[in-house]
C-alpha cells in the first residue's frame, strides 16, 4: 500500500518561530530556515489509539479528578466540534487530548505559582476519541484568564490546549481554544503572533445555545482542521488501471 | 470544502498536565499508565537507551520541552504490537532537563539509514519542531535526507553512550539542528 502525501503546510498561516513581543520565543526559536524534505513512510504514518487506551471519565473534567460525589468548581461547559481535514472530510478515531487551568486561572502543576487556589476537584486534563463523523466533545468547566511573566501587564485570554493526532506525524498538531468575545484576545501575544486574523478567528470557539442544555451546562463548538492529503493518482486511480 | 489547517500555538510550559501527567505532579484518578512511557513491551536483547536533551540558543538546558519519537520496529514496519509501541513520549526532566527513552534501533529501510523521528514541543515554540535522529556507527553515506542536510548533516547523528545512545538538540545557534519542513 501507498501512504498518500499530505498538503503541504502553509508555513505563513502559522505563528513564526521568532515573535519578539512572545519573549520565550527569543533563545527558543530556531534562526535556519525549516529543510523542506520530502514526506517518506516515517512521517506518513503515526500511532493509532483505541477505546482501550482510555479511562471512562477521561472526557468529563467536572468529574475526572472530583472525589466521589463532588464536582470542579466553575461555569460548566461542553466542548464539542469536529475533527476535519483541510478537504472538510472527517478524520475519525484520533485520540484528542486537552488540559487547561481552572476557573480562577491555576494550572495543577508543580511549576505554577498563582495566588488564585487550586480547586481539590479539578485536575485539568481530558482526552477522547474522535467519532466516525469525526466529532468529539469533553465536558468541563470554563477556566480562568491569568497572568504571565513576559516582560509587560500581560494576561492570558481563558483557553484550552489541544493536542491532536492524525494519521501519519506530518499532521501532528498542538494549538489552542479561545472564548467568542473575550477582550485579552487581541492583547495577548501568544495569539497575535498568528499573522492572519482570520487564522485567529479559527481559535475562537462560538457559543453553541444549540447544545446548551437548560437549567445545566452551556456548550462552545470548536472545529479542528489538520492538514489534508494531496489528491495523487493514489486516490483517483481505479486499482489495476 | 477547502478549508486551512487550524493554526498551531505553544503548548506552553504545562503542556505536562495533558501529555504527561506525571511530570506535572499529577496522578488522575482512576487512570492507566500515561500514553507513550512505554515503548518496549517484551525482554529483548536489542533494547536501547535513547537519551535526549534539548539547549536553547543560551546553551541551557530546556527543562519544559515535550519530546514524542516514532519509529520503524524491528521488523521495519510501523505498526506496534504487545512487544512493541513505535512511537515513545517522554518529557525532559524539569531538574536535569534528561528526556529518556528506552526503544530499539530501527532497521534500514529500502533507501533510508536507520532513523528516528523527534517532533518537540515547549514554551515558547510555536510549532512543534520536527527532526530526525540517526546513529553513529551506521552506515549513513546514502541517506537521502542527510544528504539535503548537506554540512549539517552531524547536528542529525547521535552519540554512542554505554548503554545506548546519547543525543543533544540545539534550538539556535552556531550548532543548531536540522529542523524540516516536511
Known amino acids: 500500500m501507498t501512504e498518500q502525501a499530505f498538503k503541504p503546510r502553509d508555513l505563513s498561516w502559522h505563528p513564526p518561530a521568532l515573535y519578539p513581543d512572545y519573549r520565550s520565543t527569543h533563545l527558543r526559536a530556531p534562526q535556519q530556515q525549516l529543510l523542506h524534505m520530502p514526506q517518506t513512510k516515517t512521517e506518513l504514518t503515526g500511532p493509532t489509539f483505541g477505546q482501550a487506551d482510555l479511562s471512562p471519565l477521561d472526557d468529563d473534567l467536572i468529574l475526572n479528578y472530583a472525589a466521589s460525589g463532588q464536582m470542579a468548581q466553575g461555569p460548566r461547559i461542553i466542548v464539542h466540534g469536529k475533527l476535519l481535514d483541510e478537504d472538510g472530510r472527517p478524520v475519525p478515531g484520533k485520540l484528542i487530548e486537552v488540559w487547561q487551568a481552572n476557573a480562577g486561572g491555576r494550572y495543577r502543576h508543580v511549576n505554577d505559582g498563582y495566588l488564585a487556589p487550586l480547586d481539590d476537584n479539578f485536575g485539568g486534563c481530558g482526552r477522547c476519541l474522535s467519532g466516525d463523523d469525526g466529532s468529539y466533545s469533553f465536558r468541563t468547566i470554563l477556566p480562568g484568564p491569568y497572568p504571565w511573566p513576559n516582560g509587560g501587564n500581560n494576561w492570558r485570554p481563558a483557553h484550552i490546549h489541544f493536542s491532536v493526532f492524525g494519521d501519519g506525524f506530518a499532521q501532528r498538531l498542538i494549538t489552542q481554544m479561545y472564548f467568542e468575545g473575550d477582550p485579552h484576545i487581541p492583547l495577548c501575544p501568544i495569539v497575535q503572533a498568528i499573522p492572519d486574523d482570520h487564522a485567529i478567528d479559527r481559535l475562537v470557539a462560538r457559543l453553541d445555545m444549540e447544545r446548551t442544555i437548560p437549567m445545566d451546562i452551556r456548550a462552545y463548538r470548536f472545529d479542528i482542521v489538520l492538514r489534508g492529503r494531496n489528491a495523487t493518482i493514489f486516490e483517483n486511480q481505479m486499482e489495476g488501471t | ?182
Request: charged share 20%.
Open chain 2, 1 to 182: 470544502m477547502r478549508l486551512k489547517e487550524s493554526p498551531s500555538q505553544t503548548a506552553g510550559p504545562y503542556v505536562h498536565i495533558g501529555c504527561a501527567p506525571q511530570t506535572a505532579g499529577l496522578e488522575r484518578r482512576g487512570m492507566g499508565p500515561q500514553l507513550g512511557r512505554d515503548m518496549v513491551r517484551s525482554d529483548t536483547a536489542e533494547k536501547i537507551d535513547l537519551m535526549l536533551t534539548v539547549r536553547d540558543g543560551a546553551d541551557d538546558l530546556v527543562k519544559d520541552a515535550l519530546i514524542e519519537i516514532w519509529q520503524a520496529n524491528a521488523d521495519g514496519g510501523y505498526a506496534a504490537d504487545e512487544r512493541f509501541s513505535n512511537w515513545g513520549r517522554q518529557a525532559t526532566d524539569l531538574s536535569t532537563g534528561l528526556a529518556r527513552f528506552e526503544t530499539i534501533k530501527p532497521p534500514a529501510s529500502a533507501n533510508q539509514a536507520p532513523h528516528i523521528l523527534v517532533w518537540i514541543v515547549a514554551r515558547g515554540i510555536n510549532l512543534g519542531l520536527t527532526t530526525r535522529i540517526y546513529f553513529p556507527d551506521e552506515n549513513n553515506g546514502s541517506d537521502p535526507v542527510l544528504a539535503l542536510a548537506g554540512t549539517r548533516a552531524g547536528t542529525l547523528i547521535a552519540e554512542k553512550a554505554p548503554s545506548g545512545y546519547a543525543h543533544t538538540i540545539h534550538l539556535q545557534g552556531p550548532q543548531e539542528t536540522v529542523f524540516f519542513d516536511v
